[in-house]
């Protein structure tokens, strides 16, 4: 694949103010201590950073904990008309600019970094011939405004909406992270041809390769669904013999396709996963009088999106469809639900072990079963 790997998030497409922790440290429903406060200026994108990472933290206690051991993942670039805001911004990114006013070591603003519209990814490049950009060898976040990104994605018409796609994105700086992970990926991922567009172009231009990934996602949603133990753990083995078979047949003519598909796999369906789960807290928000909010933002729609999460509502469904463009997205979301469901533990093994795909672990399951001996 390209050296550079752009990690983009999975979009088909808090009574107090989440504001200046500088100010208002001291409020114990912004899930920020005064003795380890956010030191921003008051503006509508530092409240908006603020509540993400507020978020974040109750992501990680409800689904994923090491997630929540840094108050921060690492450097963010918020885009904002001219203006790029950079949030913990490192020595490698400040290097890179020529002018910026800085407020504190949480943050600084300068003129635009790029001219590119749109944002929403985190950029690593092990490209020699990107030495001299902020993100070589060093994961950053980069993020529109939610007013901008509603331009590009119109069904992102709230923060909230927003903030989840955020959470995507932090969880891969997250994963990145992580020693072993980033290593795999440097030496054995960035280092061969094939690439998430290679699936994307089979899966359009092989019929077969795609209904073979529908078929895969169908018995996933059906194990899921499932209440009836033996059933489902039959549907889990078709699962695995298909996807078996599938891996196979294309492997001849892409001898690189199982190693790479495994990887993102991990990769983005653990991000999806994450952003799901922050869809479920702001649900528990929107069902709680007392809820954090943004102050003065025009975009904060009081959660009311997240009513109730429905995978057959169009504004979730993606979450669970098997697409050409994401179908590793989808596939990777659904078998960590499905890992969750089996109570099968994979999360403090899975970023120091990224050689090992993810069906691997249902596969251990099924041979654990006392039949399957």
């Avoid at 955020?166 to 990926?185: C, G, P, R, S, T």
């Avoid at 479920?280 to 009311?304: A, E």
Wanted: hydrophobic share 35%.
């Amino acid at each position: 694949m390209n050296i550079r790997l752009t990690l983009l998030a999975g979009v088909c497409i808090l009574a107090t103010a989440c504001q200046n922790q500088k100010n208002d440290s001291q409020k114990s429903d912004s899930g920020i201590s005064s003795e380890d406060p956010f030191d921003f200026p008051d503006s509508l994108s530092a409240r908006r950073i603020s509540f993400v990472l507020n978020l974040k933290k109750a992501v990680a206690e409800r689904a994923w904990p090491d997630f929540g051991e840094k108050r921060t993942e690492g450097t963010l670039v918020y885009f904002n008309g001219d203006k790029s805001e950079v949030f913990f911004p490192d020595s490698l990114v400040i290097k890179t600019l020529e002018d910026y006013d800085q407020y504190s070591a949480d943050y600084l603003i300068t003129s635009r970094t790029d001219s590119i519209p749109y944002h929403m990814e985190n950029m690593l490049s092990f490209e020699k011939a990107d030495s001299s950009r902020f993100f070589y060898d060093n994961p950053v976040e980069q993020y529109s405004s939610v007013e901008e990104i509603g331009n590009y994605i119109p069904s992102v018409e709230s923060t909230e909406m927003w903030a989840t796609m955020v959470i995507h994105e932090m969880f891969h700086h997250y994963q990145l992270n992580n020693d072993k992970y980033n290593e795999y990926a440097k030496s054995s991922i960035s280092t061969v041809s094939f690439n998430p567009n290679n699936f994307v172009s089979i899966c359009r231009e092989d019929q077969e390769f795609f209904q073979m990934l529908q078929k895969e996602n169908d018995y996933l949603m059906e194990a899921l669904s499932e209440n009836n133990s033996a059933i489902r753990d039959s549907l889990i083995s078709t699962y695995l013999k298909v996807r078996k078979g599938r891996i196979q047949k294309y492997s001849r003519e892409y001898p690189d396709l199982e190693r790479v598909e495994n990887f993102y796999v991990i990769q983005e369906g653990s991000a999806r996963y994450i952003e799901y789960k922050s869809m479920t807290v702001l649900s528990d928000y929107y069902n709680k009088p007392d809820s954090i909010t943004i102050l003065n933002d025009p975009m904060f729609k009081s959660y009311s999106e997240f009513e109730e999460i429905d995978f057959t509502n169009p504004a979730f469904s993606y979450l669970t469809y098997a697409a050409c463009s994401d179908y590793h997205y989808t596939i990777g979301f659904n078998i960590m639900r499905l890992l969750d469901a089996l109570e099968v533990e994979y999360q403090t093994e899975l970023l120091n072990h990224p050689e090992k795909g993810l069906h691997r672990y249902l596969q251990e399951y099924m041979d654990a079963l006392p039949d399957q001996n």
